[in-house]
C-alpha cells in the first residue's frame, strides 16, 4: 500500500456540531468522550481526529454503523460539510484554502459525487441528468449528449436517455447516478452508500457493476457503506469508523485475519470467511515447493474456490502461483484454521500500523 | 365625579388636566343620565367603566377622547398623502396604463376571434378537449344573456392583476426562501394582508388615488391576491428535496444555477397552485372593486344590490361562478400537466 500513489489525504481531521464548535473542540482534544462531550457541553462529536490516506486509482471503502461519522466523513472530501479543524489534501492541495470559485472547480473537474437516494433531478431526462456536469460548466446538451450517451450505454441504460427518472426502477436510477458521475471524467469518485437503497439482488448487480468500471477504468473510489460483505467484496483500503474515530484501517484481508479490537472482532465473525479471504493471505510463502503437491492455485483465488477444488479433502497441499511463478504453498490443514475467527490479535499496534 | 379622577389626582397631573373634571360638559352617557334622574346618582363598583380613553377623557379633559385619535389617524394620513404620492404615483403608473390597454383590447376584439383565441389558451394550457368544450360553453352562455363585454371586462383585470401578482409574488416568494430573516418579516405582513377585510385596503387608496384611476382597484385587488403565490413559492422552494440541493452543490453549481435549474423547477407545481388560487382571490376581489369604479360583472352584481334587482344579481354573480370555473379548471389542468412530468 506504501508505494501507491496518495490522492486524498486527511490530516487530524476534527468536526464538532453544535453552536460554539471551537472551544468544544479543546474539549475533544483534551480527550473527552463523543457521549460526555453531548451531555456536558451539548456538542456533538462527528469526526474525531481523522488520518486517512487514499490511494490513487483504488477503491477505499469506509465503513461504519449508523451515527459512526462516514457519510460526514465523506462530504469533508468536497467540502459540503466545513471541518472544525484538520487538513483535506487533493493531488496535494489542501482544499480548505479554496476559494468558491476553485471549490466549485474541484467539484465539477475533480470528484464526483454518486448518492444512496441518487437525488437525479426529476424534471430532466436520463441523458439530462448524466450530463449533469457539462451542463454546470455551460455546455449545451447536443454537446455533451455523446459524452453522456457513452456511459449511460457503458452502465447498461441504452437507448433509455430520453426516459424520465421516476419511470426507472431503484437499480436503473443509480445507475443514471453512476453514468452521471462518470461523465464528468473526473478522476475521484466519492460513493455515498450508493448501494444501500437498493434491494439484494440489484445491489450484487452493482458491486459487479462497480468492479468491472473500477478494473476498467482505475479512479480513485471512496465507498462508504455499512455493510461488512460489501466492504470486503469491494475495498483495496477498508477504513473502519466508530463514533466519529477510525478503528483500524488497512488492506481488508489483514482486518479480517488481525481485528484490532473487540469491537472489529465482533464485526467480521460472523461473515463468510471463506468467500473473503484469499489464498495469499493464508499461504506460507516459500521460494521453492517440494513435496506431493495436489496442483496449481492462484494466489488471489478465493477459499472458497479452493475448497470446491480439494473437494473437502484436507489431507492435500496446493502451489500458490502468482504470474506464473511459484510464491508459496497452501496446506489445507491450515486454510481450514483460517476460517474460524481468531481471539483477539496479539499485536493490535502493529495490525495498525501495517494499514 | 369620575371614576378615574384618582389617577391623575395621584400622579400630580391635575393641573395638566386643566379646571376640574367636572365642568368638561356633559360627554358621557351616564353623566346625562345621572342629570336627567335629577342628581348624582351613587355608582356601583359593579358598573366601574373599562379605563378607555374617553373613561379618561371624563376623568381629566385634557386627555384625549378616542374619537380625536381616530380623527388624528386621518388628519396624519392626510398630511403624508401629498408626498406618499409623488412616490406611489410613478411607480403605479404602468398598472393603470396596463389596465387601460388590456380594457381595450379584450374589448375591442371582436368576438368571433376573441373566443377561439380564449379556446386556443385553453388547449395549449391544458391539452383537454373537454376543457375547451368547458370555455366554450360558458363564454357562449355569458355571450348569448348580453354579459359578453362585462365578463371581458372582468377578464381583462383578472389577467393583468394576476399577471402582476406572478411577476411581483414569485420573486418576494425566492427573496423569502432564501432568508429566514425576510421570511420572519414578511409572514406577518402577509398574514394582515390576508385577513384585513378587503373594504379597508379601499379607504386609504380613494384618499390616494382618484377614483376615475385604474390603479385603485387594481392595487386593492393584487394586495389581495398576491398572497398565496408569495407563501407557495417560499414554500415550494423550501420543500425541495435536500438530497437534490446537495447533489447540485457536489456537481459545482452556482446559487444561481441552483435557483434556475434546480428549486424553481422542482417547486413550480407549487407555485403554480399558488397562481391558482391568487387567479382565485382577484376573481372574489374583482366583485369588491367595483365599487371604486372597476368595470365588468362586478357592476351588475353591485346593481343587482343597489338597486334590488334580482334577476340581474343572480346572472350576473352566475356569470362570475362560471369564470371561476373556467379559470380554476385550466389553471389546475396546467398545474396537473406539471405534476405528471415530475412525479417521483
Given at each position: 500500500?506504501?508505494?501507491?500513489?496518495?490522492?486524498?489525504?486527511?490530516?487530524?481531521?476534527?468536526?464538532?456540531?453544535?453552536?460554539?464548535?471551537?472551544?468544544?473542540?479543546?474539549?475533544?482534544?483534551?480527550?473527552?468522550?463523543?457521549?460526555?462531550?453531548?451531555?456536558?457541553?451539548?456538542?456533538?462529536?462527528?469526526?474525531?481526529?481523522?488520518?486517512?490516506?487514499?490511494?490513487?486509482?483504488?477503491?477505499?471503502?469506509?465503513?461504519?454503523?449508523?451515527?459512526?461519522?462516514?457519510?460526514?466523513?465523506?462530504?469533508?472530501?468536497?467540502?459540503?460539510?466545513?471541518?472544525?479543524?484538520?487538513?483535506?489534501?487533493?493531488?496535494?492541495?489542501?482544499?480548505?484554502?479554496?476559494?468558491?470559485?476553485?471549490?466549485?472547480?474541484?467539484?465539477?473537474?475533480?470528484?464526483?459525487?454518486?448518492?444512496?437516494?441518487?437525488?437525479?433531478?426529476?424534471?430532466?431526462?436520463?441523458?439530462?441528468?448524466?450530463?449533469?456536469?457539462?451542463?454546470?460548466?455551460?455546455?449545451?446538451?447536443?454537446?455533451?449528449?455523446?459524452?453522456?450517451?457513452?456511459?449511460?450505454?457503458?452502465?447498461?441504460?441504452?437507448?433509455?436517455?430520453?426516459?424520465?427518472?421516476?419511470?426507472?426502477?431503484?437499480?436503473?436510477?443509480?445507475?443514471?447516478?453512476?453514468?452521471?458521475?462518470?461523465?464528468?471524467?473526473?478522476?475521484?469518485?466519492?460513493?455515498?452508500?450508493?448501494?444501500?437503497?437498493?434491494?439484494?439482488?440489484?445491489?450484487?448487480?452493482?458491486?459487479?457493476?462497480?468492479?468491472?468500471?473500477?478494473?476498467?477504468?482505475?479512479?480513485?473510489?471512496?465507498?462508504?457503506?455499512?455493510?461488512?460483505?460489501?466492504?470486503?467484496?469491494?475495498?483495496?483500503?477498508?477504513?473502519?469508523?466508530?463514533?466519529?474515530?477510525?478503528?483500524?484501517?488497512?488492506?481488508?484481508?489483514?482486518?479480517?485475519?488481525?481485528?484490532?479490537?473487540?469491537?472489529?472482532?465482533?464485526?467480521?465473525?460472523?461473515?463468510?470467511?471463506?468467500?473473503?479471504?484469499?489464498?495469499?493471505?493464508?499461504?506460507?510463502?516459500?521460494?521453492?515447493?517440494?513435496?506431493?503437491?495436489?496442483?496449481?492455485?492462484?494466489?488471489?483465488?478465493?477459499?472458497?474456490?479452493?475448497?470446491?477444488?480439494?473437494?473437502?479433502?484436507?489431507?492435500?497441499?496446493?502451489?500458490?502461483?502468482?504470474?506464473?511463478?511459484?510464491?508459496?504453498?497452501?496446506?489445507?490443514?491450515?486454510?481450514?484454521?483460517?476460517?474460524?475467527?481468531?481471539?483477539?490479535?496479539?499485536?493490535?499496534?502493529?495490525?495498525?500500523?501495517?494499514? | 365625579?369620575?371614576?378615574?379622577?384618582?389617577?391623575?389626582?395621584?400622579?400630580?397631573?391635575?393641573?395638566?388636566?386643566?379646571?376640574?373634571?367636572?365642568?368638561?360638559?356633559?360627554?358621557?352617557?351616564?353623566?346625562?343620565?345621572?342629570?336627567?334622574?335629577?342628581?348624582?346618582?351613587?355608582?356601583?363598583?359593579?358598573?366601574?367603566?373599562?379605563?378607555?380613553?374617553?373613561?379618561?377623557?371624563?376623568?381629566?379633559?385634557?386627555?384625549?377622547?378616542?374619537?380625536?385619535?381616530?380623527?388624528?389617524?386621518?388628519?396624519?394620513?392626510?398630511?403624508?398623502k401629498d408626498s406618499l404620492k409623488v412616490v406611489v404615483d410613478p411607480l403605479t403608473q404602468p398598472l393603470s396604463w396596463a389596465l387601460n390597454e388590456a380594457l381595450w383590447?379584450?374589448?375591442?376584439?371582436?368576438?368571433?376571434?376573441?373566443?377561439?383565441?380564449?379556446?386556443?389558451?385553453?388547449?395549449?394550457?391544458?391539452?383537454?378537449?373537454?376543457?375547451?368544450?368547458?370555455?366554450?360553453?360558458?363564454?357562449?352562455?355569458?355571450?348569448?344573456?348580453?354579459?359578453?363585454?362585462?365578463?371581458?371586462?372582468?377578464?381583462?383585470?383578472?389577467?393583468?392583476?394576476?399577471?402582476?401578482?406572478?411577476?411581483?409574488?414569485?420573486?418576494?416568494?425566492?427573496?423569502?426562501?432564501?432568508?429566514?430573516?425576510?421570511?420572519?418579516?414578511?409572514?406577518?405582513?402577509?398574514?394582515?394582508?390576508?385577513?384585513?377585510?378587503?373594504?379597508?385596503?379601499?379607504?386609504?387608496?380613494?384618499?390616494?388615488?382618484?377614483?376615475?384611476?385604474?390603479?385603485?382597484?387594481?392595487?386593492?385587488?393584487?394586495?389581495?391576491?398576491?398572497?398565496?403565490?408569495?407563501?407557495?413559492?417560499?414554500?415550494?422552494?423550501?420543500?425541495?428535496?435536500?438530497?437534490?440541493?446537495?447533489?447540485?452543490?457536489?456537481?459545482?453549481?452556482?446559487?444561481?444555477?441552483?435557483?434556475?435549474?434546480?428549486?424553481?423547477?422542482?417547486?413550480?407545481?407549487?407555485?403554480?397552485?399558488?397562481?391558482?388560487?391568487?387567479?382565485?382571490?382577484?376573481?372574489?376581489?374583482?366583485?369588491?372593486?367595483?365599487?371604486?369604479?372597476?368595470?365588468?360583472?362586478?357592476?351588475?352584481?353591485?346593481?343587482?344590490?343597489?338597486?334590488?334587482?334580482?334577476?340581474?344579481?343572480?346572472?350576473?354573480?352566475?356569470?362570475?361562478?362560471?369564470?371561476?370555473?373556467?379559470?380554476?379548471?385550466?389553471?389546475?389542468?396546467?398545474?396537473a400537466r406539471i405534476n405528471v412530468s415530475q412525479s417521483r
Amino acid at each position: 500500500m506504501t508505494d501507491t500513489e496518495i490522492k486524498i489525504s486527511i490530516r487530524s481531521l476534527y468536526k464538532v456540531f453544535g453552536d460554539d464548535p471551537l472551544p468544544a473542540l479543546q474539549y475533544v482534544k483534551g480527550g473527552l468522550s463523543k457521549a460526555d462531550l453531548l451531555e456536558t457541553h451539548n456538542h456533538v462529536l462527528g469526526l474525531n481526529d481523522i488520518n486517512v490516506d487514499v490511494p490513487a486509482g483504488k477503491t477505499t471503502v469506509i465503513m461504519g454503523l449508523s451515527g459512526s461519522g462516514k457519510s460526514t466523513l465523506i462530504r469533508h472530501l468536497n467540502r459540503l460539510i466545513e471541518p472544525t479543524a484538520g487538513e483535506v489534501l487533493v493531488n496535494g492541495d489542501n482544499i480548505l484554502d479554496y476559494s468558491e470559485a476553485q471549490l466549485r472547480e474541484l467539484r465539477k473537474h475533480t470528484m464526483s459525487m454518486v448518492f444512496q437516494k441518487f437525488a437525479l433531478l426529476p424534471h430532466r431526462t436520463v441523458l439530462q441528468n448524466a450530463g449533469l456536469a457539462p451542463s454546470v460548466g455551460g455546455q449545451k446538451e447536443r454537446q455533451y449528449a455523446d459524452e453522456a450517451r457513452k456511459w449511460l450505454d457503458r452502465v447498461g441504460l441504452q437507448g433509455q436517455g430520453e426516459q424520465y427518472p421516476h419511470q426507472m426502477s431503484g437499480g436503473m436510477q443509480q445507475r443514471v447516478g453512476i453514468a452521471r458521475a462518470l461523465t464528468s471524467n473526473s478522476d475521484i469518485m466519492l460513493m455515498d452508500e450508493a448501494f444501500s437503497a437498493l434491494d439484494p439482488l440489484i445491489r450484487t448487480d452493482m458491486q459487479g457493476l462497480l468492479i468491472e468500471l473500477q478494473a476498467e477504468l482505475q479512479k480513485t473510489v471512496v465507498f462508504i457503506t455499512h455493510d461488512l460483505d460489501e466492504a470486503l467484496k469491494l475495498a483495496d483500503h477498508l477504513v473502519i469508523l466508530k463514533d466519529g474515530s477510525v478503528v483500524q484501517q488497512g488492506e481488508p484481508q489483514y482486518i479480517l485475519l488481525n481485528p484490532a479490537t473487540p469491537y472489529i472482532k465482533d464485526f467480521v465473525s460472523d461473515i463468510n470467511r471463506a468467500r473473503v479471504l484469499r489464498v495469499r493471505s493464508v499461504m506460507t510463502k516459500a521460494p521453492d515447493a517440494t513435496g506431493e503437491r495436489a496442483g496449481e492455485i492462484d494466489h488471489d483465488d478465493t477459499l472458497e474456490s479452493v475448497i470446491a477444488l480439494s473437494e473437502g479433502d484436507t489431507s492435500l497441499s496446493y502451489r500458490v502461483m502468482k504470474d506464473g511463478k511459484l510464491v508459496g504453498v497452501l496446506d489445507m490443514r491450515k486454510l481450514v484454521r483460517a476460517l474460524v475467527p481468531v481471539e483477539q490479535s496479539d499485536d493490535p499496534e502493529n495490525a495498525r500500523l501495517s494499514g | 365625579m369620575a371614576t378615574y379622577d384618582f389617577i391623575f389626582d395621584g400622579l400630580g397631573l391635575r393641573n395638566w388636566c386643566g379646571s376640574s373634571a367636572d365642568d368638561g360638559g356633559m360627554t358621557s352617557m351616564a353623566q346625562l343620565l345621572a342629570q336627567t334622574s335629577g342628581g348624582d346618582v351613587e355608582v356601583s363598583p359593579w358598573e366601574t367603566p373599562f379605563p378607555s380613553m374617553d373613561a379618561l377623557h371624563d376623568a381629566c379633559p385634557s386627555f384625549p377622547q378616542s374619537r380625536e385619535l381616530t380623527s388624528g389617524l386621518e388628519q396624519g394620513f392626510l398630511a403624508i398623502k401629498d408626498s406618499l404620492k409623488v412616490v406611489v404615483d410613478p411607480l403605479t403608473q404602468p398598472l393603470s396604463w396596463a389596465l387601460n390597454e388590456a380594457l381595450w383590447v379584450m374589448q375591442a376584439v371582436p368576438w368571433f376571434v376573441m373566443i377561439p383565441l380564449l379556446m386556443l389558451v385553453a388547449w395549449a394550457v391544458s391539452r383537454q378537449m373537454k376543457l375547451v368544450g368547458l370555455v366554450v360553453i360558458c363564454f357562449g352562455f355569458l355571450g348569448f344573456v348580453d354579459y359578453y363585454t362585462y365578463t371581458m371586462q372582468t377578464l381583462a383585470i383578472i389577467f393583468v392583476c394576476a399577471v402582476t401578482c406572478v411577476l411581483l409574488g414569485v420573486p418576494i416568494g425566492i427573496a423569502m426562501s432564501r432568508s429566514d430573516r425576510v421570511q420572519r418579516i414578511m409572514i406577518p405582513i402577509l398574514d394582515m394582508l390576508q385577513t384585513l377585510p378587503p373594504f379597508v385596503y379601499l379607504i386609504p387608496l380613494i384618499f390616494l388615488f382618484s377614483v376615475t384611476e385604474p390603479k385603485l382597484y387594481g392595487i386593492a385587488i393584487i394586495l389581495y391576491a398576491i398572497v398565496p403565490v408569495v407563501r407557495l413559492t417560499d414554500l415550494g422552494i423550501r420543500l425541495v428535496d435536500p438530497d437534490v440541493i446537495e447533489a447540485a452543490d457536489a456537481f459545482g453549481m452556482t446559487k444561481r444555477q441552483k435557483l434556475f435549474n434546480v428549486q424553481i423547477p422542482l417547486a413550480l407545481p407549487n407555485i403554480m397552485a399558488g397562481v391558482n388560487q391568487t387567479i382565485m382571490m382577484s376573481l372574489a376581489m374583482v366583485v369588491i372593486a367595483s365599487l371604486v369604479s372597476a368595470p365588468g360583472l362586478g357592476v351588475l352584481v353591485l346593481r343587482g344590490i343597489r338597486s334590488l334587482e334580482l334577476g340581474v344579481g343572480l346572472l350576473s354573480g352566475l356569470g362570475i361562478v362560471l369564470l371561476a370555473i373556467i379559470l380554476d379548471r385550466v389553471t389546475k389542468a396546467a398545474l396537473a400537466r406539471i405534476n405528471v412530468s415530475q412525479s417521483r
